[in-house]
């Protein structure tokens, strides 16, 4: 056991996660790529930042380089998410948390609208069939004179 207390041990980060991966250009560039897949191809993208070596110091860095754009939502459903349009048309920052607030995943979209913002198709024509149930049950009768 001895043997084990003689190898040096250097701690590279601590629990504040401040240092940076060098992971930062590579994910702008992925960003690049992306949107203009998405302009040429109508590709749409998803980076997971958490698939990654990604320290927090490298979040704060890319949320102050994408800057902040003119739309957020919130989307209440087991736990909140945020979306948040950077300054960059087309690239989302989405974040999903659970009923804690504590953060699940963390995504880049590069989509002209997030995914989780589009109503599917089911939903509409579901929307459709109560709407016409309220109108039907809701119409106000005509008194025949």
Do not use: Y
């Not at 459903?77 to 989302?92: D, I, K, S, Y």
């Amino acid at each position: 056991m001895s043997e084990l207390n003689s190898i040096p041990v250097r701690v590279e980060a601590g629990p504040e996660n401040n240092h940076r991966t060098e992971n930062l250009k590579p994910v702008l560039l992925q960003i690049e790529n992306a949107l203009r897949e998405l302009i040429e191809h109508t590709t749409e993208t998803v980076i997971d930042l958490a698939a990654m070596p990604f320290s927090d110091q490298d979040e704060h860095d890319l949320r102050e380089l994408l800057g902040g754009g003119e739309v957020s939502a919130t989307i209440d459903a087991f736990g909140p998410t945020l979306v948040e349009e950077t300054a960059f048309p087309g690239v989302w920052l989405v974040e999903h948390q659970d009923a804690e607030r504590r953060r699940l995943t963390l995504h880049l979209e590069i989509a002209p609208i997030p995914t989780l913002l589009v109503t599917p198709r089911d939903d509409l024509a579901d929307g459709l069939a109560a709407l016409k149930a309220l109108n039907d049950s809701e119409a106000p009768t005509e008194d025949v004179q």
